[in-house]
């Protein structure tokens, strides 16, 4: 039986659907809670996470603005490693490690964070915005003595003191380069507003380092300048922005200006003015490096789940537990009411042979199928068990009757132990031996014991060899037998186990044809098989019996006479010994025409000593 269970039917696509729907349940449940209980803490913990990442960046980035190589950053990366509990790793633009947090040989994210470059950094400003420009803190050769700050400080304090005579609130900020300048809170001076006496100027002139600086920059910028037609007197000033807290690059001042103003114009300027600045300021930083990041061991969620929150947990977790539970019920019913039915019939008494009802089609249905099957074939095996034994007590009963029989009458005197009584007794007891013999082939080939010695076989010399041994018999029985064979095909065979094969069939035919009758032995290569016949001309075997003809103890002859046939086992030996060779045994016959027993067993190359 092999059934094909409809799709939906099947066990495992029932389990499926019954596990989809539990946890469709459980993902809608648990999203459901994941979105009310931890969408603000995830958008806390991003906002911390992004703060930490900018100040990180901010950190390293001071670094390479105040210090012309990265020799020494190991430390910071360590600090800020421990402060945020992430992986900090510094690299070359070529991928050369400079500094990492984490140990030796541990590969790198497969992307940079950032990339750290003063002289272009757009992450990164005093106020926070982002902007394509040259970090503040990058002053090089504009950083102040500390003569020159003391006299700023003394100037600072002065214009403050002025500011407050007027209202004005302010407070002196330092610049990274050591300027100080005044930060108006109300933005009163930014507006424009400052009195005639604080406007003295004395704060934004440039001190000597900054006009040395802001020189080296007008030389630095005057070829491109020049190229501009803005001619050779062209002056360039930086000043300090106050807004900005930063040195203004961008803001320029050109003498003696003959040249048509514009938009154009002034963007050309300031690409000079921005180019000459970043190659000032370039022996001062460090060289561009690669910012990786990696996640961090020890960050843990930073919120607690509310009272509220924990009653819908549990509410949802017990409604989800509830489902789970009522759909495994009616699942395991349905699965376990036919098992219990087969568990029950399978431990009935074997004479019993219960069977089970199919209710249902699929894998349980198919199973009780089987089951039964199987019960069915218990059955036909158990009448094959007690035929079998009538037939061996039967066949043994005959020849033991006989020679008991002999033996007590003449023992009683009766008769005379000539020799024609002695040779009778022999002839039963060849009889007996040749059954018990049969018997233990049998069990040999059942058992997987039945030992071959194989050799390179003539298929020729063994059909000679067969006829041989059988050519009185079939003299004596007025029957023709020949051998034919076709080429000389070889076989990896038992030769003896061959021998007793085709003689069987043979000892068979000889004795279902009539005198006048023929039996031929052929042999004859067929592709990689070589295939043995045994045809006779005999009374042939009718369509009913012909499927049986194999089976032990069988015989055509239902009264079991010896005058018409053999033990019955003949046949079955001859299917066990090719079956042993990997071949195949087969019977066809028409009844008043003859049989044909054809035997195909794999073919083996010519040997080369042949």
């Not at 050591?178 to 001076?189: C, F, H, N, S, T």
């Not at 509310?306 to 349905?334: C, E, I, Y």
């Not at 499927?547 to 086992?569: I, N, Q, Y």
């Amino acid at each position: 039986m092999n059934r094909r269970t409809p799709l939906r039917k099947r066990l495992l696509v029932r389990l499926l659907i019954a596990s989809v729907l539990i946890a469709v349940c459980s993902v809608a449940a648990t999203a459901w809670l994941a979105v009310e209980t931890t969408t603000r803490a995830l958008r806390e913990e991003q906002g911390q996470v992004l703060a930490e990442d900018m100040d990180v960046l901010a950190r390293l980035s001071g670094y390479a603005a105040r210090h012309p190589e990265w020799k020494g950053v190991e430390r910071m990366v360590r600090e800020l490693s421990a402060k945020t509990g992430r992986r900090i790793a510094l690299t070359t633009t070529d991928r050369t490690l400079i500094a990492d947090s984490a140990p030796r040989g541990t590969s790198l994210p497969p992307r940079a964070a950032a990339t750290i470059d003063p002289l272009h950094t757009d992450t990164y400003t005093e106020r926070g915005a982002q902007r394509s420009d040259i970090d503040p803190r990058v002053v090089g050769p504009y950083r102040l003595t500390e003569r020159e700050r003391a006299t700023l400080d003394a100037l600072a304090e002065a214009r403050q003191r002025c500011f407050a005579a007027h209202y004005i609130e302010t407070e002196i900020i330092r610049t990274p380069s050591g300027r100080p300048v005044l930060d108006d809170p109300e933005g009163k001076a930014a507006s424009g507003y400052v009195p005639d006496e604080c406007a003295d100027g004395k704060l934004d002139t440039p001190t000597p380092t900054e006009d040395k600086a802001l020189k080296a920059l007008t030389e630095r910028a005057r070829p491109c300048l020049t190229r501009l037609s803005f001619g050779a007197d062209s002056v360039i000033y930086a000043r300090v922005d106050v807004t900005e807290q930063r040195i203004g690059n961008r803001y320029v001042m050109v003498g003696k200006f003959t040249a048509p103003t514009g938009s154009d114009i002034v963007r050309k300027t300031e690409a000079c003015a921005d180019n000459a600045i970043r190659a000032q300021l370039d022996p001062y930083v460090a060289p561009v490096a690669e910012l990786f990041l990696g996640g961090g061991d020890s960050i843990a969620p930073r919120f607690d789940m509310s009272p509220a929150n924990k009653a819908k947990v549990v509410g949802a977790v017990g409604l989800v537990l509830a489902v789970t539970v009522a759909v495994t019920a009616v699942v395991a019913t349905r699965l376990v009411r036919p098992l219990r039915a087969l568990t029950a019939a399978a431990q009935q008494p074997p004479e019993q042979h219960v069977r089970v009802p199919v209710t249902t089609r699929d894998e349980t249905g198919i199973l009780a199928e089987a089951f039964n099957e199987l019960t069915e074939r218990r059955e036909r095996l158990e009448a094959q068990r007690r035929a079998m034994v009538s037939d061996i007590a039967h066949e043994l009963r005959s020849p033991l009757t006989n020679i008991r029989g002999w033996l007590e009458v003449t023992r009683d005197g009766v008769v005379d132990p000539d020799p024609a009584l002695l040779a009778s007794l022999h002839e039963e007891a060849l009889v007996l031996q040749r059954v018990i013999d049969d018997l233990q082939d049998l069990a040999d080939a059942d058992a997987g014991t039945l030992r071959l010695h194989r050799e390179p076989l003539r298929c020729d010399e063994l059909l000679d060899q067969v006829a041989a041994a059988y050519r009185v018999a079939a003299d004596a029985a007025g029957v023709t037998l020949r051998t034919e064979a076709h080429g000389a095909p070889w076989l990896d065979a038992d030769p003896v186990r061959m021998r007793q094969a085709l003689g069987n069939l043979v000892s068979n035919a000889l004795r279902h044809t009539p005198a006048g009758g023929s039996v031929t032995l052929s042999a004859r290569r067929d592709g990689d098989d070589v295939v043995l016949r045994v045809t006779d001309t005999g009374t042939g075997i009718a369509a009913d019996d012909l499927p049986h003809v194999f089976d032990r103890f069988w015989r055509a002859e239902k009264s079991r006479s010896r005058r018409t046939g053999g033990s019955g086992l003949g046949l079955p030996i001859v299917r066990h010994l090719i079956a042993a060779h990997g071949g195949t045994v087969g019977a066809t016959s028409e009844p008043g025409t003859g049989s044909v027993f054809t035997l195909r067993l794999p073919s083996t190359p010519t040997p080369a000593s042949a």
